[in-house]
C-alpha cells in the first residue's frame, strides 16, 4: 500500500532551507570552475581567435553579397546609403534656390506695397443706364 505524505508547515520549511542551500553550493561550485576556465591565457587566446574568425566570416559574406547584389543589378547597402547623402545635398541646395527665389519676389513686389494710397475714388455708376437704352431704341423706331 502507498502511503500519503502529509507535508506540514514545519516540513516544507526544512525543505525550502535544503533547497536554498543546494543551490548555494552548486553556485559557489559554478562560480569557482569558471574562474578557473575563464581566468586562463589559454581561453583569453581562443576567444580572441574566435572573435577574428567571425570578423573575418562577417566581410566575406558581406563581399559575397555585393557580388550577388551587383549581378542582379540591385544596390548594396552602400550604394543606397550613397544616395541617401546625394538626396540629403540635393534637398539642401533646392531649399537655397528656394530661399533665393523668396527674397527676389520680395524685392519686385516691395514698391508695390510702398506706393501711396489712392485718394481719388472711381465715379459712381449711373443707375439710368436701362431708361437710355430704351430711349436710343425708340428713337431708332421713328
Known amino acids: 500500500m502507498q502511503e500519503d505524505t502529509v507535508i506540514t508547515g514545519e516540513n ?35 576567444a580572441m581567435l574566435i572573435s577574428n574568425v567571425r570578423t573575418q566570416l562577417q566581410k566575406a559574406l558581406g563581399n559575397h553579397m555585393a557580388r550577388q547584389l551587383e549581378r542582379l ?17 540635393i534637398d539642401d541646395r533646392l531649399i537655397r534656390v528656394e530661399e533665393i527665389l523668396r527674397q527676389v519676389h520680395a524685392t519686385e513686389t516691395a514698391p508695390l506695397s510702398n506706393r501711396p494710397p489712392r485718394t481719388k475714388k472711381p465715379g459712381a455708376r449711373k443707375t439710368g443706364a436701362k431708361k437710355t437704352k430704351a ?8
Open 12 to 46: 516544507a520549511s526544512e525543505s525550502r532551507d535544503g533547497l536554498r542551500e543546494a543551490i548555494a553550493t552548486l553556485e559557489k561550485e559554478f562560480n569557482a570552475i569558471s574562474t578557473a576556465l575563464l581566468g586562463t591565457e589559454e581561453f583569453a587566446r581562443t
Open 73 to 89: 543589378n540591385m544596390p548594396s547597402r552602400d550604394d543606397i546609403a550613397a544616395l541617401g547623402e546625394r538626396m540629403m545635398s
Open 135 to 142: 430711349r436710343s431704341a425708340d428713337a431708332a423706331a421713328k
